[in-house]
């Protein structure tokens, strides 16, 4: 029992540091982002190839990898989200799935189809927690994750860059008024997101295999997260994604892995339809319908 | 009404006309393909475009209808026919599912919530591999027998995939200037004000899946005797169930021949890439597929009907108004009673066809 918390603990970890980007990209840009699955992937393919052939560690590999992405998601916010934003759910959903299409099939050119498998000392040495072994690589990547996504609640809540995001966030309008310029929030807003998906992609492929077709798998569980904390919620993609953790490894240990996925889909419909603002979300103004000003 | 009879009528006859004297396998694949995903957009556009009811649950509709009548002959003997409307009766039972949610979310939930429900069909398709075959899937036998479906033609399906778009556009028709068309539209533009004005938000949305939930289960059965082969994957994925939303889109959404457009110009497109671009290098035409998708739903967010119907100066109007900062476009906004045709809401009042 003990040990099925655990494991779920440490999985749920990276699920959130995945999770946090898509809920501030959704909540501070109001976007829905159905390529960010896609991220994770290129995070996973791109770590384990620069680890193998560099010869590297992964966790070296992973930062190398986080300074491309970084470049990657100011491009890709450039040319493709800058100009869905504000538009309606449509432009966005079929956007960003017309971009999860060509990133898919870019990895699909570089890469190719195959599952790519990364052997590393560190990673696939055990550690003790409280009496249960684990691999060292699904700790590092909690601890990692747990670390990053606390660290982005306090930059926003601490600091006045992160005070200032919250306040385009809040009211755009009012936030120019004061002189904040909202371009420049969506853009790393939008790049951290990216950024995160990255590395959470880079510490889960030590322990795990990856291909091209990766990333969609994590696109819908980060959403099941998002919606389950509440829509642009810091807070609620940590316990979102420490919860999908657990839900999965009790459904995998006691009903069976094939039901994992379903058990999570299931949650999903039932939070939408009993408490759609999720754990941590606010009510809508509308109290006839539940994301009434979308 | 009459003149989109009339261009009904023209289609079929172009579809009849092709049947009759083309031998190109592959492009009357296409054709027949393209018809069957046109019922399907259609379909999907009474509850999407007519309704405001963004549904990405499609998928999961689509694949009742494909599954319905294959198990149903499979494991009971149930004739074909039979079959093929109990599918499209069970896929109006599921819609209902859709509806539910309709009547609680809105936007990027509703969305989100409906996207669940076609993985749930996905999952529940893959897991109980003993009856449905799980991720192989059903494949159908291959014999000449009408009475099942199954022709050796392909001819003989280019007439039924064109008899499912006709049904499916004609009851299109027949709704969209009716009383409960205009209710339909009345929700999709201001849910509050149609309600205060005495219309029934629950009646019109459950009638609305309802309706798009039978033609997408019979165009789901079209398709599962069409290739002969279904899976999980080919009839309930998430690509699936994006698809009849993007091709209404693509066509344009307010009118009832924008699917048409969109499914003939997605299915050519991905079929024209494939043969151009090769299979030598894995993934380059689905990255084509991907960017062409991108940069279309940028330029145009209205679908190609929605291009043609906007008058150009209006067009021009709208447009520097959209390069304008907000207090211009204050200032430059149109009398009151025009103020919401233009800016965000064009899209979907001006291009009623």
């Known amino acids: ?294 | 009404m009459k003149n989109r009879l009339i261009i009904l009528a023209a289609v079929s006859a172009a579809a009849i006309l092709i049947a009759l004297t083309s031998d190109n396998r592959f492009f009357i694949d296409t054709v027949i393909l393209a018809l069957i995903f046109a019922g399907f957009a259609t379909a999907w556009n009474f509850a999407g475009g007519m309704t405001g009811l963004f549904s990405l649950g499609h998928g999961g509709l689509f694949a009742v209808g494909a599954y319905t009548p294959v198990l149903l002959r499979e494991y009971f003997g149930v004739p074909t026919l039979v079959g093929v409307l109990l599918a499209a009766v069970f896929a109006t039972l599921a819609a209902l599912l859709i509806g539910a949610m309709s009547l609680r979310l809105r936007g990027h939930y509703f969305a989100l919530a409906t996207l669940a429900f076609t993985v749930i069909v996905t999952i529940l398709l893959t897991n109980f591999g003993s009856v449905t075959g799980g991720d192989e899937g059903i494949s159908l036998p291959f014999a000449n027998s009408p009475m099942d479906l199954i022709f050796q033609e392909k001819t003989s399906y280019l007439y039924l995939a064109l008899g499912l778009y006709i049904i499916t556009t004609l009851t299109a028709i027949i709704v969209i200037d009716s009383k409960l068309g205009f209710q339909m539209r009345a929700l999709r533009e201001d849910e509050v004000t149609a309600r205060s004005m005495g219309v029934s938000a629950l009646r019109t949305k459950l009638i609305a899946v309802m309706m798009s939930g039978f033609f997408s289960g019979l165009a789901g059965a079209v398709f599962a005797h069409y290739t002969l082969y279904i899976t999980p994957g080919n009839t309930a994925a998430v690509a699936v169930s994006l698809q009849p939303a993007l091709m209404a889109i693509i066509g344009g959404m307010a009118g009832v021949f924008g699917p048409l457009v969109g499914a003939f110009l997605i299915t050519l497109l991905k079929q024209q890439l494939i043969t151009v671009i090769g299979a030598d290098i894995p993934g380059l035409s689905n990255a084509f597929y991907g960017g062409l998708l991108l940069l279309s739903i940028l330029v145009l967010p209205n679908g190609l009907i929605g291009l043609g119907k906007l008058p150009p100066l209006q067009r021009a109007r709208n447009w520097i108004a959209s390069r304008l900062p907000p207090r211009h476009r204050a200032e430059s906004a149109p009398p009151p009673g025009d103020h919401d045709s233009s800016g965000s809401t064009r899209s979907t009042t001006e291009v009623n066809k």
């Not at chain 1, 998601?73 to 432009?91: A, M």
């Open chain 1, 1 to 294: 029992m003990l040990d099925v918390i655990i494991y779920g603990l440490l999985a749920g970890g990276v699920l959130s540091l995945v999770a946090v980007g898509l809920t501030l990209i959704f909540g501070i840009m109001d976007i829905t982002n159905f390529a960010h699955g896609e991220f994770m992937m290129l995070g996973m393919l791109g770590t384990a190839t620069v680890s193998i052939s560099l010869g590297v560690s992964p966790y070296v590999a992973v930062l190398l990898v986080a300074i491309a992405g970084i470049v990657m998601g100011v491009v890709i916010h450039f040319v493709i989200i800058k100009q869905t934003l504000g538009k309606s759910l449509y432009v966005q959903v079929f956007a960003t799935f017309g971009l999860s299409i060509l990133l898919q099939s870019i990895a699909t050119m570089i890469f190719g189809t195959k599952y790519i498998a990364l052997d590393d000392p560190l990673a696939s040495s055990r550690v003790n927690i409280f009496g249960t072994d684990v691999e060292a690589a699904k700790l590092i990547a909690f601890v990692v994750g747990i670390a990053l996504v606390i660290g982005i609640w306090f930059w926003l809540n601490k600091t006045r860059q992160g005070r200032e995001i919250r306040a385009v966030a809040q009211d755009t309008y009012a936030a120019r008024v004061v002189g904040i310029r909202p371009g420049r929030a969506y853009v790393i807003i939008f790049t951290v997101g990216v950024v995160f998906a990255v590395i959470a992609g880079g510490l889960v492929v030590p322990s795990q295999i990856a291909n091209a077709y990766s990333g969609t798998t994590f696109t819908l569980i980060s959403f099941v997260i998002v919606v389950l904390g509440g829509f642009g919620s810091v807070p609620g993609a940590l316990v979102g994604g420490l919860s999908i953790g657990l839900v999965q490894a009790f459904t995998g240990v006691y009903i069976g892995t094939q039901w994992q996925q379903a058990s999570i889909f299931v949650i999903f419909v039932l939070v939408l339809l009993l408490r759609p603002q999720g754990l941590f979300g606010r009510k809508s103004g509308d109290s006839a319908l539940v994301g009434g000003h979308e």
